[in-house]
């Protein structure tokens, strides 16, 4: 597609449950990204993808949160057994990833995710 | 590890006016990029400016233009003009470029203008 695509929009889930947040990005980027932006707060790295090269996920706050990016394109974050302090949004953004790219990101317009 | 901070919360201005918007970073690297994105009521993290460290020109955008100061590690955001349409939360970044692991984002700074 022409942008970064997120969905669902907005989420309101209750407490324990599971919810899976979905990415896709810009056609031909190589590199995709999550981030979490907490109310009022600045963007928090959450876990990186480049290629076919293992993630980076040491952004990950807990086990409870895991990430999958699928044949290279799509990407989906799971929080299991959500809690209240995973009430945030999640920012999904890619990039060209080339070596002589500046590494600008591409942002989605994020999934608002509200736990109960 | 890099960090970027940005001192100002929040920011009131009238329309018309000019701002500035304040950012340092910190690292050891020679190499590096810097960004301004702007964050309106959508939610979508718009680039504002690029700025590439190698270059010693001050990045230029219509309204917006960088005051980068590497010596200081400084980079601030001028927007001349200011418009209604300017509100918006504005974060500074930080990067590495190439494949390397994503952009450091400052907490941001939300900028109101005021009819």
């Known amino acids: 597609g022409a942008g970064v695509s997120q969905s669902p929009s907005n989420k309101v889930t209750e407490k324990g449950k599971d919810v899976e947040l979905r990415c896709d990005p810009i056609s031909g980027h190589t590199a995709l990204y999550w981030y979490r932006q907490s109310l009022g707060q600045g963007l928090e790295f959450l876990i990186y993808f480049q290629g076919n090269s293992a993630p980076d996920k040491s952004g990950l706050p807990s086990d409870r949160f895991s990430a999958e990016r699928t044949g290279g394109s799509v990407s989906t974050l799971t929080i299991q057994r959500t809690q209240q302090e995973d009430s945030a949004v999640y920012l999904c953004a890619s990039s060209a990833g080339a070596t002589r790219d500046t590494g600008e990101l591409f942002f989605g317009e994020g999934s608002r995710l509200t736990v109960l | 590890a890099q960090t970027v901070t940005q001192s100002q919360p929040e920011m009131s201005v009238q329309e018309a006016e000019t701002v500035t918007l304040s950012c340092t970073y910190d690292t050891s690297e020679s190499n590096y990029y810097l960004f301004w994105y702007k964050q309106p009521p959508s939610r979508q993290m718009i680039l504002v400016i690029r700025?590439?460290?190698?270059?010693?020109q001050n990045a230029t955008e219509n309204r917006f233009s960088v005051n980068f100061q590497k010596a200081a590690k400084s980079f601030s955001l001028k927007i001349s003009d200011s418009q209604l349409g300017d509100t918006a939360m504005y974060f500074c970044a930080f990067g590495l470029g190439g494949g390397a692991d994503g952009l450091t984002f400052g907490k941001g700074t939300h900028l109101i203008i005021q009819p």
């Open positions: 700025q590439e460290a190698y270059k010693q």
